[in-house]
């Protein structure tokens, strides 16, 4: 008899389930006592105790009964598998079936998982690059700049490289920088640096940060050759091209952590910052910022068609190599665009040679 059955020598009911408590992703083995209210234990500890009028019903394969709690926190939920020890927690939760509130919860979590695959969809049907391009302007500068500064690390930590900080060679670098900066009519929130890696490379990353190789450093035979290189990076920067190249290179793995707010570690950043140095940008991207390049350099009254030489010599004539990247155009396409109607040098040089030659040496440590 049933009343009879809190007596019998089995009255301490229970059995073993799965516990998430809706906080870690960790599935527990926890052990159920079903007194006056259900106590979930682990070790002999408990972790929980949900009151029977709190308990409602999740939606859950066949063959488990899935509960939630509603002072429990929202993703918290119990898995029964057993079918005897199931059947007495439905007999003592009146109101398992309620339409609880919770479902409003669960009804959000659909709601965005469909906003995620219709965005996947959008990004199949009609192409990344147009996604990226709308994407691009929406998304918030606080928001670029923390994923710049995650980036960064992860940059450093993949060349395995350093910032260059040779005090003579910071100054003239500065001095440079700054030069093209204003010329460019950047503000003073762009930062950039020399960075310890023999890659003959240069790049930008989202969030206002220019970073130049000492490897391309150590093949330029003047200070043109670099501003040039520099100017193009400022041009990616100015026109958000790096955050544009994360997400069309981040892919579906990227939208779906911008919708769920997943950033920071997920490893759709880690690829993107892998393809931001490697290749990143469609060649309209780079045209424009060789443009825009090619354009500071006019206005300082320096010779844009240094930065194309540098280029030919590091990339060779096909633009092989890692090198200032290979998605570039041609690198003699390049210098062909950049020796066009290129005036003669009409202003000061950008450096003194005293500054040039420290500059070459800004990665070198000994003083
Ligand atoms: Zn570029």
């Given at each position: 008899?049933?009343?009879?059955?809190?007596?019998?020598?089995?009255?301490?009911?229970?059995?073993?389930?799965?516990?998430?408590?809706?906080?870690?992703?960790?599935?527990?083995?926890?052990?159920?006592?079903?007194?006056?209210?259900?106590?979930?234990?682990?070790?002999?500890?408990?972790?929980?105790?949900?009151?029977?009028?709190?308990?409602?019903?999740?939606?859950?394969?066949?063959g488990?009964?899935?509960?939630?709690?509603?002072?429990?926190?929202?993703?918290?939920?119990?898995?029964?598998?057993?079918?005897?020890l199931?059947?007495?927690?439905?007999?003592?939760?009146?109101?398992?079936?309620?339409?609880?509130?919770?479902?409003?919860?669960?009804?959000?979590?659909?709601?965005?998982?469909?906003?995620?695959?219709?965005?996947?969809?959008?990004?199949?049907?009609?192409?990344?690059?147009?996604?990226?391009?709308?994407?691009?302007?929406?998304?918030?500068?606080?928001?670029?700049?923390?994923?710049?500064?995650?980036?960064?690390?992860?940059?450093?930590?993949?060349?395995?490289?350093?910032?260059?900080?040779?005090?003579?060679?910071?100054?003239?670098?500065?001095?440079?920088?700054?030069?093209?900066?204003?010329?460019?009519?950047?503000?003073?929130?762009?930062?950039?640096?020399?960075?310890?890696?023999?890659?003959?490379?240069?790049?930008?990353?989202?969030?206002?940060?220019?970073?130049?190789?000492?490897?391309?450093?150590?093949?330029a035979?003047?200070?043109?050759?670099?501003?040039?290189?520099?100017?193009?990076?400022?041009?990616?920067?100015?026109?958000?091209?790096?955050?544009?190249?994360?997400?069309?290179?981040?892919?579906?793995?990227?939208?779906?952590?911008?919708?769920?707010?997943?950033?920071?570690?997920?490893?759709?950043?880690?690829?993107?910052?892998?393809?931001?140095?490697?290749?990143?940008?469609?060649?309209e991207?780079?045209?424009?910022?060789?443009?825009?390049?090619?354009?500071?350099?006019?206005?300082?009254?320096r010779p844009?068609?240094?930065?194309?030489?540098?280029?030919?010599?590091?990339?060779?004539?096909?633009?092989?190599?890692?090198?200032?990247?290979?998605?570039?155009?041609?690198?003699?396409?390049?210098l062909?665009?950049?020796?066009?109607?290129?005036?003669?040098?009409?202003?000061?040089?950008?450096?003194?040679a005293?500054?040039?030659?420290?500059?070459?040496?800004?990665?070198?440590?000994?003083?």
């Open positions: 008899m049933d009343s009879d059955a809190a007596e019998t020598p089995k009255s301490q009911r229970g059995g073993s389930a799965i516990y998430f408590d809706g906080v870690s992703s960790r599935r527990r083995t926890v052990t159920l006592r079903l007194s006056d209210r259900l106590d979930i234990d682990e070790d002999g500890q408990t972790l929980a105790a949900w009151d029977y009028s709190d308990i409602r019903r999740a939606d859950s394969p066949a488990v009964l899935r509960l939630s709690c509603l002072t429990a926190s929202a993703l918290a939920r119990l898995e029964v598998r057993d079918t005897a199931a059947a007495e927690l439905v007999a003592r939760c009146a109101r398992m079936d309620d339409n609880a509130p919770g479902r409003r919860g669960v009804a959000a979590i659909v709601g965005w998982s469909l906003a995620a695959a219709a965005s996947i969809v959008a990004v199949v049907l009609f192409g990344l690059p147009l996604i990226a391009d709308r994407l691009t302007p929406l998304v918030p500068e606080a928001f670029e700049r923390r994923l710049g500064d995650v980036a960064d690390s992860q940059v450093k930590t993949i060349f395995d490289a350093k910032v260059c900080d040779n005090p003579a060679g910071q100054k003239a670098f500065v001095k440079l920088v700054t030069a093209l900066r204003e010329s460019a009519g950047l503000d003073t929130s762009v930062q950039s640096g020399v960075l310890s890696s023999p890659v003959p490379n240069a790049f930008a990353l989202p969030g206002g940060k220019v970073y130049l190789f000492n490897g391309l450093l150590a093949k035979e003047n200070a043109d050759e670099i501003a040039g290189v520099l100017a193009h990076e400022l041009g990616h920067l100015k026109h958000r091209d790096s955050m544009r190249g994360l997400i069309h290179n981040g892919g579906t793995s990227f939208l779906i952590g911008l919708l769920f707010g997943d950033i920071t570690g997920s490893s759709a950043l880690i690829f993107g910052s892998r393809t931001l140095v490697t290749s990143s940008h469609s060649r991207a780079e045209t424009n910022a060789d443009s825009f390049a090619i354009e500071i350099m006019h206005r300082l009254g844009a068609k240094s930065t194309g030489e540098l280029l030919l010599r590091v990339t060779g004539k096909e633009g092989k190599g890692l090198s200032i990247i290979s998605t570039h155009p041609l690198s003699e396409d390049r062909a665009r950049m020796s066009r109607q290129d005036p003669p040098a009409s202003g000061p040089p950008l450096l003194s005293e500054e040039w030659r420290s500059l070459k040496s800004i990665c070198e440590t000994k003083i």
